[in-house]
C-alpha cells in the first residue's frame, strides 16, 4: 500500500517562474491539503481539496493555486515565485479531511533563485 | 482565532531520562489537538491524538499526553527517552471555530545525549 507520494524531490526555479508539484494520496483517500514548511518553522497551511474543489484555504495570496482530479491526485501551482517562496512544500491525505489523521508524504525542496 | 505555543525550541534529554515537550493552545471551540514527529530527511508522522475523550492519550512508541483545559495544555511525555526520540516534534490544533484547518506550533527539536 504505497503512502503519499510527492513530485519532484527536489526543484530550483528562478524569480518570477511559475511551478506545479504534484500529490498522490495514500490510497482510499480522499482529501487532500498542502503546507508549506520553511526552514527551522513548523509547517503553514496552504490549502485543502475535497471532491475536486478548494474547502479551507490559509493565508496565503492567490499565486499559490491548486486542483484535484477525480482520481483524488493533486497540484500546487506557484505564479510569480519570489525569493521568499523557498521552502518544503508537503502534501498531506486523510478521509474526509476533519481533524482526521494526516498522512504526509517527504516533501518538495524548492528553492528560489 | 486558535493558535499554538510549543514553550521551548530546543529540549535536551540524556538517554533514559524522561521526556517532556510543552504545549499550550488557544481555542474557542473544543479542539482537536494532534502531536506529530518529523524525523531528519523523513515525513510528518501522527504520534497521538486527543479528541475529547480521555484526557490523556496514549500515542505511538511510549508517548503520551494529557489534554488540560483548565491550563489550555497538551504536553508530551515519554517517561524514559532513547537516542531514536532525536526528533522535531509539533503540536497541532484544529477545531470547528477556524474551519478545521491544521494549525502546527513552531517545533521543539528533541537532542538525546547517550
Known amino acids: 500500500d504505497a503512502g503519499v507520494t510527492q513530485s519532484p524531490t527536489h526543484l530550483i526555479k528562478t524569480r518570477g517562474q511559475q511551478v506545479t508539484l504534484r500529490c498522490s494520496p495514500k490510497s482510499g483517500h480522499d482529501t487532500v491539503s498542502w503546507y508549506q514548511q520553511a526552514l527551522g518553522q513548523g509547517p503553514q497551511f496552504i490549502f485543502q481539496?475535497?471532491?475536486?474543489?478548494?474547502?479551507q484555504r490559509g493565508n496565503f495570496p492567490d499565486r499559490f493555486s491548486g486542483h484535484q482530479f477525480p482520481n483524488y491526485s493533486s497540484e500546487l501551482n506557484v505564479n510569480a515565485l519570489l525569493l521568499g517562496d523557498s521552502a518544503l512544500y508537503l502534501c498531506a491525505s486523510s478521509l474526509r479531511g476533519f481533524n482526521e489523521k494526516l498522512f504526509f508524504g517527504s516533501g518538495t525542496q524548492l528553492s528560489v533563485l | 482565532a486558535q493558535s499554538v505555543t510549543q514553550l521551548d525550541s530546543h529540549v535536551s534529554v540524556s538517554e533514559g531520562t524522561p521526556v517532556l515537550l510543552r504545549c499550550n493552545y488557544s481555542?474557542?471551540?473544543?479542539?482537536?489537538l494532534f502531536w506529530y514527529v518529523q524525523h531528519p530527511n523523513k515525513g510528518l508522522q501522527l504520534l497521538l491524538k486527543?479528541?475529547?475523550?480521555?484526557?490523556l492519550v496514549k500515542g505511538i512508541n511510549g508517548f503520551e499526553a494529557e489534554f488540560k483545559k483548565s491550563e489550555t495544555s497538551f504536553h508530551l511525555t515519554k517517561p524514559s527517552a532513547h537516542m531514536s526520540d532525536a526528533a522535531e516534534y509539533f503540536c497541532?490544533?484544529?477545531?470547528?471555530?477556524?474551519?478545521?484547518?491544521?494549525?502546527f506550533g513552531a517545533g521543539t527539536r528533541l537532542f538525546v545525549k547517550a
Open positions: 481539496y475535497y471532491e475536486e474543489e478548494e474547502r
Open positions: 486527543y479528541t475529547s475523550a480521555a484526557t
Open positions: 481555542s474557542s471551540y473544543s479542539p482537536s
Open positions: 497541532v490544533v484544529s477545531d470547528l471555530a477556524g474551519g478545521f484547518k491544521t494549525i
